[in-house]
């Protein structure tokens, strides 16, 4: 699904490698994840799911990310600043998209705002302390996880370049912004549809 | 802290592999990872962290199994196995540990049953629903992510072994019990303790 940060992720790295792909449109708001169909390919019933070259199945972003990324820059040569750059995809999983993709599926995506409100500003806060975790570190390293841009940046761009949506203000966050903006220079990115 | 499953998993993989290491017990019940010296160690507040041989610091469960099983047979050799590895990672870190810990947190670590019986409630066909996403998993394979025990595993034995400490029966999944049984058959496997 185009609107999804998750697999969005998928896509900026394919344009930024240029892998050739064939993109088939997914949208879980209409029970398109839940067919028995789908759950061949990922009994998870989540997007996205690629399927390799030998047409065997790979789900969960963040793990395409990695199966993707060998052999490029954006998985590091040295074991210290891969786990780096997989600690801040768990960080992503755990403590980002819980609060800030969620946010944003309630308000922008799903439209769901009016039923699910508490659910939604309980998330401000616990939102708002993974930005604040994210520009702290961008006080002293340009990049998350490795020393150049990785998958790491490209998991955690895909829902914070689109926070606004689900209600997050990036207006005290001037060192994410920076970041975001050096993203957006990198030959081949796109932004997500809405 | 010995109780948490995060930090179990780490101590798992240092028995299995005979790691040298200091365990120092903090326990974030009492505001042990909120203070500046531990914020030092992890800017994100969670146990567990460690510190390697040069003295850094490396948090995120899942992101120290990686950096410690490198070079050993809890890390498959082959792209495709070490994705899968990463996906069943990922998979616990967001479809299963906020169900399966977090209601084990709320009934037998905080004891705070009684004030968050609805996000306990809430939780469990969640939690039920990943215990389905394993057991599906397990009628074809004997473990998670590679042909071998990989940390895979070992991420996600730490708290579906202690399930019932958060109000989940096993009783209906006759795989996971016997994958867990293959998983406390290694030699140098320990149990958590409450």
Same mark, same amino acid.
């Given at each position: /699904?185009? @609107?999804?940060?998750?697999?969005?992720? #998928?896509? *900026?790295?394919?344009?930024?490698?240029?892998?050739?792909?064939?993109?088939?449109?997914?949208? %879980?708001? !209409?029970?398109?994840?839940?067919?028995?169909?789908?759950?061949?390919?990922?009994? +998870?019933?989540?997007?996205?799911?690629?399927?390799?070259?030998?047409?065997? !199945? &790979?789900?969960? @972003?963040?793990?395409?990310?990695?199966?993707?990324?060998?052999? @490029?820059?954006?998985?590091? =040569?040295?074991?210290?600043?891969?786990?780096? #750059? *997989?600690?801040?995809?768990?960080?992503?999983?755990?403590?980002?998209?819980?609060?800030?993709?969620?946010?944003? @599926?309630?308000?922008?995506?799903? +439209?769901?705002? =009016?039923?699910?409100?508490?659910?939604?500003?309980? +998330? *401000? %806060?616990?939102? !708002?302390?993974? &930005?604040?975790? /994210?520009?702290?570190? *961008?006080?002293?390293?340009?990049?998350?996880?490795?020393?150049?841009?990785?998958?790491?940046?490209?998991?955690?761009?895909?829902?914070?370049?689109?926070?606004?949506?689900?209600?997050?203000?990036?207006?005290?966050?001037?060192?994410?912004?920076?970041?975001?903006?050096? /993203?957006?220079?990198?030959?081949?990115?796109?932004? /997500?549809?809405?």
């Amino acid at each position: /699904m185009s @609107s999804s940060g998750n697999c969005h992720k #998928v896509r *900026l790295l394919i344009d930024y490698l240029k892998i050739p792909h064939e993109w088939i449109e997914t949208d %879980p708001r !209409y029970g398109a994840t839940k067919t028995a169909e789908f759950r061949q390919m990922n009994p +998870n019933a989540h997007v996205p799911v690629v399927q390799l070259e030998d047409r065997t !199945y &790979l789900p969960e @972003s963040n793990a395409i990310l990695y199966y993707l990324a060998q052999g @490029s820059s954006f998985w590091p =040569a040295d074991k210290l600043s891969q786990a780096r #750059v *997989l600690q801040w995809m768990f960080f992503e999983q755990y403590d980002h998209e819980p609060r800030i993709a969620v946010n944003r @599926s309630i308000q922008s995506i799903t +439209n769901t705002l =009016a039923e699910r409100r508490a659910e939604h500003e309980a +998330n *401000l %806060p616990k939102g !708002y302390r993974a &930005l604040g975790v /994210m520009e702290d570190h *961008l006080r002293t390293n340009e990049w998350f996880g490795a020393e150049q841009v990785s998958i790491a940046d490209i998991a955690l761009y895909a829902y914070t370049h689109v926070a606004d949506e689900g209600g997050f203000s990036l207006a005290d966050f001037p060192r994410i912004r920076a970041w975001l903006g050096r /993203m957006e220079a990198i030959p081949g990115h796109t932004r /997500m549809r809405l």
